[in-house]
């Protein structure tokens, strides 16, 4: 165990040993700052912190030219970074953000998820990454974490409530490309992340990079899913459908994880970096993977709260139909198992606006073929008027596999059977066909810097203990070793790898070890990356035949989960936070010191009362209800989000334009003949205001509306 006086000089140590590793030009971030004494016990407050891709950038000037990675020249670089650029973070806005956190969210949140990417990307050939620098950047926001969330004890520092960490697609080398474990990179972050990983977990962690932490004792557990093994872009491995690949492996430990909280009556949240993002032509998982997460998630929904992700930067959501699990494509079997190219938003960090618009477009085709009960809602008391559903995509929650559209059961007469008042086409009342994927923004300064808190029901356990009075500990990081390393001045790690004599790689030497993983391609060779070979239609190759253990699903008798029916654990709402880097740049240009932080965040929107979405709580039924919404065209938007003058304008126009005078004259039917009816420039070009919102907060208001509607 650490002595007191040596866990106090730990932030101190960390910082020496990452001014070791950076270059001339680099930045440390500063654990220095925030010793804090708890001296009142914790409870629970039904709050959680999403924080994402910081993406710290040593070699980050200020004042330096953006087109040239805000590494060289000059130009408009901001002092705490560079927003709408392609720009990494320096590490002000790193240090300066958790600072902020430290200061006005720690003590109002019970526990953290960090999904990833804590190094810069490898966008400068100049400056080519190495495996010292990603792991001393890692190293150095695990600390800066540490410190934020830890206080003092009579035992040392200690962590005052649960971090939860995932590998990003740039915390190892080459980025994209993870090769299954035991490996060197998992021995390593087990020792950058060992305060936040269980100690009982630690054996999976370093043979997997997957690993659970109990953030609410005996109720809740948070799966840090190594989504690397799931990553379509991963070239070191194949999918999720042999025995022998990691990501079968995976599924199959997640598997038996949710079987065991099935059991013991506990429910769970799911997070990783790169999301399940699929649309009908791009994926950003494997389909083998994609297929069986959402086999487990249909069959645990009894269990899973949501997912949530990072990796792509902007604030949107995915729906995960289970309508379209399909047997053969989860074993790799059939002649149309790859039918997606891989997705690539989230992938560099030279992805435009533009990409990522045709990305939403793509989604939002997606919800425009949503079954039209979907946009229905029940009330408190689950009255639905809606009689029936028009679709043909008929839907059986008990069936395990999908149904395919068009192959519901028919009636005699040859109609196809329609679900009670239209519901079953969605799964019921609670609309358990669909499962929903978050993917958060980010802190990275793509658009402006962005976290997020969520609020869950606490009702019921307000009084359960919390996770430091069961599971929290001084440190886990070993007294010897971290005292050897602490005379020698370098990381615990670093003495490892001596006593291998393991060389510092750079990425360029980490792709030559898989010479059969890449080759040259002159469109993106003068940002410095190599590009993937396309995944052909083949079949898979590895060691035994295909697998699927088909969990249970729920009891017939059991109420739909916390992510389908309001209850205990359910998510309610969230509250997200953005900096506006322009106002905060400017300000720090022209001011003497700061002995205040100068970032400061801000609220975006609250779904509390946001009266562009109208979301009740944050359950599946309410986040299809606005899918929907925003899926359909512009003139099928809710009313209530057409403003009254608006209204009344178009409908002189159409009085103008030569209406049937002898049409019914309430206002009803009369707007109902002037949308059908009207077909000139200006209809034509008319946007959904739902839809223009959405894009506003996707990309976190660095947009106005002339740009947004013109996208």
Known sequence: MLSTATTMRLPMLLALVASALAGPEQKVLDVSKGAFTSSEPRKLTGRFLHITDFHPDQFYKFHSDIDESCHDGKGRAGMFGTEVSDCDSPASLVNDTLDWVRDNLRDQIDFVIWTGDNARHDNDENHPRNSAQVLGSNRMVAAKMFETFSGETQLGR??????????????????????????????????IWGPFIPEEQR???????????????HKLVVFSLNTMFFFDRNAAVDGCALASEPGYKHMEWLRVQLQRLRVSGQKAILMGHVPPARTDSKQNWDETCWQRYTLWLKQYRDVIIGSLFGHMNIDHFVLQDTNEIDADKILAQGDEVYVRESMDLGD?????????TDYLQDVRKQWSKLPSSAGHTVDEYGVDNLEEDDDDDEYDIESVFGTKKGKGKKKKGGKKKKGKKGKKNIGGEYAERYHISVIGPSIIPNYFPTMRVYEYNITGIEDNPVWKDVHGTPSTIQGAEMQRARELGVARQELKRRAHDEPVLTEAEFEAQFPDLFEDDDTVHDAGKK????????????????????PQGPSPNALPGPAYMPQTLSWTAFTQYYANLTTINNEAEHSGGHDVNPVKFEVEYDTRDDDWYQLKDLTVRELLKLAHSIGVDGDHSRDDLVEAEEVEEEEEEWESDGGDDDADTSGKKKKKQKKKGKKGKKGKNKKNKLWIEFLRRAFVGTMDDDDLAKL
């Open 348 to 356: 560099d960090n030279q992805v435009s606006i533009l990409d990522r």
């Open 158 to 191: 200690a962590l005052e409530l649960p971090v939860i960490p995932t590998f990003g697609n740039n915390d190892f080398l080459p980025h994209n490309i993870m090769v299954p474990g035991p490996n060197r990179w998992f021995v390593d972050y087990a020792e």
């Open 203 to 217: 054996h999976q962690f370093e043979y997997g990079g997957w690993f659970y932490t109990e953030v609410v004792p």
């Open 531 to 550: 590009k993937k070979k396309k995944k052909k239609k083949k079949k898979r190759k590895g060691n035994g035949p295909p697998s699927l253990v088909v």
